[in-house]
């Protein structure tokens, strides 16, 4: 069965102060991994789509990054303004392309 | 291009009463699906349609829950009999599937306090 995690759980930052958010997943065949950003009391708004190993996307303060078995997002430099939930998604390929989500990682960043 | 649209807002209900939410898609998006998030947690897949048609619905759903989408456009999601198990928002995402990767579009959601 399609299974995604994230790691950690909630991360606090200090502004300016890099790191990186980690996803990994289980899935019968991978059509593509999604990087959604996600405000308190919103749905979530896209940010990137991967589709094989080795592809990279950027955007503004943030790289997305992937493997076969994980995928990695990037902060640099963040901002205030980077606090959200970030959520990692799967697409299924074996399964009409159905669409899983993972627990997501809660970002603060302190000014 | 209006975004995906989520009506009520936010409901609030009795246990064991019955509840409806409707969903209207971006037009022309011929995908729609329907999750369910609990706080601190992602969004739980629940069931989605290509058109009209329903392809699959998450076997750890109950048969107190109910989608359809009439003539490929909006979507309702029926509880019945809720359980304040079932508090929790249900977000509507839709997408313009071509036999590729998509971006799912998300509604703002609807909060549902089962009291």
């Known amino acids: 069965e399609d299974q995604v995690t994230q790691s950690p759980e909630a991360l606090r930052l200090q502004e300016g102060e890099s790191s990186s958010l980690n996803c990994s997943y289980t899935?019968?065949?991978?059509?593509?991994l999604f990087w959604y950003r996600q405000d308190p009391g919103k749905g979530p708004e896209f940010l990137f789509t991967?589709?094989?190993a080795g592809e990279e996307k950027e955007k503004e303060r943030l790289k997305a990054t992937l493997t076969k078995k994980e995928s990695f997002l990037h902060i640099t430099a963040p901002k205030p303004e980077d606090s959200a939930t970030y959520l990692c998604?799967?697409?299924?390929?074996?399964?009409?392309?159905?669409?899983?989500f993972g627990p997501g990682t809660s970002l603060s960043v302190i000014p | 291009d209006t975004g995906v649209s989520q009506d009520p807002r936010h409901k609030i209900t009795k246990r064991g009463q019955n509840v409806t939410f409707r969903c209207d898609p971006i037009?022309?998006?011929?995908?729609l699906y329907w999750y369910r998030q609990t706080l601190g947690q992602g969004p739980e897949f629940l069931t989605y349609?290509?058109?009209?048609?329903?392809?699959?619905k998450s076997r750890l759903l109950s048969d107190r829950f109910s989608a359809e989408r009439p003539k490929g456009s909006f979507s309702t999601l029926e509880i019945q009999r809720t359980e304040q198990g079932d508090s929790a928002m249900y977000l509507c995402?839709?997408?313009?599937?071509?036999?590729?990767?998509?971006?799912?579009?998300f509604g703002s959601g609807t909060q549902l306090s089962v009291l």
């Open positions: 998604a799967v697409q299924d390929s074996t399964s009409y392309d159905k669409v899983i």
């Open positions: 991967l589709y094989s």
């Open positions: 899935v019968s065949g991978l059509r593509g």
């Open positions: 037009s022309e998006h011929n995908r």
């Open positions: 349609f290509q058109n009209e048609a329903q392809l699959e």
């Open positions: 995402a839709s997408s313009p599937f071509r036999g590729t990767n998509e971006k799912l579009f």
